[in-house]
């Protein structure tokens, strides 16, 4: 955590992951996920984690309610419309959390009440001061709950009427007021002056912190969410690897390293924010979400601090800040040192593991040694990445109806590919053979005949984890399901099983996902 001055004042972090960036396609998580999410922005230290949106599915509900009562340390939040069951429903989920939130949101723009909620801007303020009326009125005996009030699409709302709705919304009890720039239409300084014409024009403002939401359609999200804390803003949603709705919301990552690396020029402000989390909660995010982040993406993309010509390369060996602004180990990235090797034990692995952000129980240890051993025999040396894709694929928080046994291809230019699978149920082992367009073809379509669940295929990426011809390849793949969409993930110096794995990932992620509602 930083070091911070008493004239400083604080950013409050409200993380929206498990909501705003669950809403992308193919990124749906089931409850076990979501907690483990949760549980690592708890030590990445968020102030708030929005947890979901409780009245969208009992699934949701659910989650929301488990991660009200298991994770300690930041404020639980859960997302509503301005309806009254809506609100219950969200209260229902957080009531236990020791800090509790209420965001409650209704669209203020005209695009908005004209074409989805179809209500005059009258109506539209009154739900909006009902809903807050409300909100409060269940929290009120509580020991520390507060309601959040947006007014979305904030960005293209009329500015006296924007004015009006906060006021309302403070005076009625909200002391968190978010400013959604739903659609990332603003440019930086025009959102800025609209936080200032907040501040100037909405005479209880101080009984509120503002808060920004801002997403990236013109990617300006980040630079949106900078300038409305120079005018006046003190919370900034955001999520992790920036994802979210289209093309995303602002990156949390991006706006916590340009206060921290920016100190110079963000003097007044400071985030809470265990930066050494951001490397490993990144990866996390990534791999359960099953989104490759771009490597060129700021602070957690894999070339974010990697030097390639020989100028900067020999900057770099004289001195690191000649080309990098950040020092990597500062937000969790490794330089390892220890290499494993077939004949490093538990305890190397364990320390290993426990560098990488991830803690085991023994049983769980037992299977990534077992399986590190395997791996070991193959490769000469273990790296960072290759235990990263083993944990992915190892330590799953989705039980295992199906588990892949053992695969056998046979393949050629002048045969049709068929592959063998066996796959582990309750009922045993149980093996089948098909033919396909290629062996990846054949072994999906081996594997539906077994599960009974024909899934179909969307997406479908390889990439190699490490270098050389034992390179780990990891498969990320989206199926569909009655409109949903489900994301694979699967490891192995085999591409075809790591294949396989992925798609029986896939379909317990559908099975666990059905089973929650
Ligand atoms: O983008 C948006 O406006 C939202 C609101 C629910 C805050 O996500
Ligand atoms: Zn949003």
Redesign the pocket.
Known sequence: MEDFESNQEKVYIFD?TL??AEQTPGAALGIEEKLEIAKHLARLNVDVIEAGFPISSPGDFDAVQRIAHEVKGPEICA?SRVVEKDITAAWKAIQNAPRARI?T?VGTSNIHMERITRTTPERTLEMAVDAVAYAKSLCKDHPDATVEF?P??AGRTDLSYLYKVVEATIAAGATVV?I???VGWTVPSEFGNLIAGIKENVSNIDDAVISV?C?NDLGLAVANSLIAIENGARQV?CTINGLG?RAG?TSLEEVVMAIRTRRDYYKGYYTEINAKEIVPISRRVSRTMGIIVQPNKAIVGENAFAHSSGIHQDGIIKSRVTFEIIDPKEIGWKESKLILSPRSGRNALRHKLNELGYELEQEQLEKVYERFLRLADKKKEIHDADLEAIMSDEIRVIPSVFELDYIQVVSGTKISPTTTVGIRTEEGIVENASTGDGPVDAAFKAINQIVKIKLSLIDYQIRSVTEGEDAIGEVTLKVQDNGHIITGHGASTDIIEASAKAYIHAVNKLIQLRSEG
């Open positions: 929206t909501r705003d997302l965001h949101f947006s979305m699409d978010n959604p720039e739903t939401h997403h949603e709705e919301n």
